[in-house]
């Protein structure tokens, strides 16, 4: 059984910083894409960033030279920092791994979710 859980959430004031980590377990042979998605009250969840297993990057306009995706493939994780942050960056932010494929099936695979909060 896969599972993916994320860490790294909190309470900043605007301008600063978090570091939110992912990481994925169970019988994993290999993940093709993870990323990050986040849901503000009231609003449609949405990409914030995404990154493929070549290392292709993919960000949100809203998010672009603030946030940087990483990944550690050895470690099935994957790491969102976030810069600079805005009010409106405050969400619940998903850990997204995509094309999962384990020992007994490929899939999609979601974490439960860790708040951000940025203070104005």
């Known amino acids: 059984q896969v599972q993916v859980v994320e860490s790294g959430g909190g309470l900043v004031q605007a301008g600063g910083s978090l570091r939110l980590s992912c990481a994925a377990s169970g019988r994993i042979f290999s993940i093709n894409a993870m990323g990050w998605y986040r849901q503000a009250p009231g609003k449609q969840r949405e990409l914030v960033a995404a990154i493929s297993s070549d290392g292709s990057t993919n960000y949100a306009d809203s998010v672009k030279g603030r946030f940087t995706i990483s990944r550690d493939n050895a470690k099935n994780s994957v790491y969102l920092q976030m810069n600079s942050l805005k009010p409106e960056d405050t969400a619940v932010y998903y850990c997204?791994?995509?094309?999962?494929?384990?020992?007994?099936?490929?899939?999609?695979?979601w974490g439960q979710g860790t708040q951000v909060t940025v203070s104005s």
């Open positions: 997204n791994a995509n094309g999962v494929l384990s020992s007994t099936r490929l899939g999609n695979y």
